[in-house]
Each structure stands twice: as C-alpha cells, then as structure tokens.
T-cell receptor, first 114, second 115 residues
Framework: GDSVTQMEGPVTLSEEAFLTINCTYT??????LFWYVQYPGEGLQLLLK?????DKGSNKGFEATYRKETTSFHLEKGSVQVSDSAVYFC?????????????FGQGTRLTINP | DTAVSQTPKYLVTQMGNDKSIKCEQN?????MYWYKQDSKKFLKIMFS???????INETVPNRFSPKSPDKAHLNLHINSLELGDSAVYFC??????????????FGSGTRLTVV
C-alpha cells in the first residue's frame, strides 16, 4: 500500500545551517505530496505542496521538489532559524481503496540552537 | 476566523468513562476526518465523512463512534475509555476535488489523557 518514509530524527542544527530532511514515498497512483509542520503544542500547518512530477513547492524559505524517478520529496532550507524548531511531516494524498487519503510519514523533530 | 475548531483542547478522564470530542469547520469543505497522533507523533487516519456519509473507517475499535450531523460538524464519541486511547486527536477537513492541490486543514488537536 501507499506509504511515506522520512529520515529518522531528531535533527539538531545551529542557526543559519543548511537543512535537508529526506522523504521517500511508495504509491500505486499519482499522489500529491505535502510537507506539514507542527510547532510545539499546536496543530499541523501546511508548509508546501507539489501535485505532479518535477513541481517545486516553496514557502518561508523551505523548498521541496517532486522527483518521480527517485520517488522522493526532500525538504530543504538554506539557512535555518531558531523559530524553525518543530516537527516536520511528509505526506502524500492519493486515491486508496476508492477514497482520497492523506498518508503521513513518521515525522522528524528539528531543533535549531542559537 | 475561518478554521477547523475542536473542543475541548485538553481532556483528562478515568478509564471506563465515555467522552466526546467536537469538531466544526467554517471553510465550506464537504469532507471531514479524524486522525490520531500517538506518543511517538505518528499520525493515522481513523475516519472520514463526506457530506455526512462515512467513507473511510480504518481499523478502529467499535468503542469509537463518529457522528456527523451536517457537513460542517464531525464529532467523535469514545465509550469505555482505555489507557491506550491516550493520544492527541486531530480533526481535519478538505474540499472534494481540492485535496490534491490543497491538502487538508487541521484543527489544533485534543489531547486526551486516560488515567
């Protein structure tokens, strides 16, 4: 079935470091791909999305490119800030068993130190 | 404010009790969901309703019963609560046809603690 695998956390970086959080997926259809972010004590917010191969989603300095050939959607940011500390979820939306479902990866906790 | 709102935000209760969590969205979406987030932050879908009709029912104990009085509301009732039900429950909504483009809008979660 459809699934999403993210790199194991936690990830700890210094401010202004380069960030990559790896995400790969398995899907039988043609999924849309998303990154959600969960700040401490809050719900999930959509960070960025891509709906077809080679699309690049971007928001708040974060980017991810939909790579069909490698079934990946890695999240990157050139210079992280302390305020980026959160849990990041990669997800896919696909028609599974006749219903549209959003399937999440296990989440990656990111901590940015000043 | 346009949003998905859940109540209560925190719920502490004893084993064996029955409790309900309410969810409302004013986004005009026609599909609503309940997700469960366990202690390791893993998110799994429980239920999905489209225009008040159940369309997704994952392997969830019968003690969990969703109810959708209209397409703007999806409540979750839990009978005979167990310790393992402790988790954060998220409500979400989406619009048919928009899901591929916009994903889902989530509420802020209800942290349920069973003691």
């Amino acid at each position: 079935g459809d699934s999403v695998t993210q790199m194991e956390g936690p990830v700890t970086l210094s401010e202004e470091a380069f960030l990559t959080i790896n995400c790969t997926y398995t899907a039988t259809g043609y999924p849309s791909l998303f990154w959600y972010v969960q700040y401490p004590g809050e719900g999930l917010q959509l960070l960025l999305k891509a709906t077809k191969a080679d699309d690049k989603g971007s928001n708040k300095g974060f980017e991810a490119t939909y790579r069909k050939e490698t079934t990946s959607f890695h999240l990157e940011k050139g210079s992280v800030q302390v305020s980026d500390s959160a849990v990041y979820f990669c997800a896919l939306s696909d028609l599974i068993e006749g219903a549209q479902k959003l399937v999440f990866g296990q989440g990656t906790r990111l901590t940015i130190n000043p | 404010d346009t949003a998905v709102s859940q109540t209560p935000k925190y719920l502490v209760t004893q084993m064996g009790n029955d409790k309900s969590i309410k969810c409302e969205q004013n986004l005009g979406h026609d599909t609503m969901y309940w997700y469960k987030q366990d202690s390791k932050k893993f998110l799994k879908i429980m239920f999905s309703y489209n225009n008040k009709e159940l369309i997704i029912n994952e392997t969830v104990p019968n003690r969990f019963s969703p109810k959708s009085p209209d397409k703007a509301h999806l409540n979750l009732h839990i009978n005979s609560l167990e310790l393992g039900d402790s988790a954060v429950y998220f409500c979400a909504s989406s619009r048919t046809g928009d899901r591929r483009n916009y994903g889902y809008t989530f509420g802020s979660g209800t942290r349920l603690t069973v003691v």
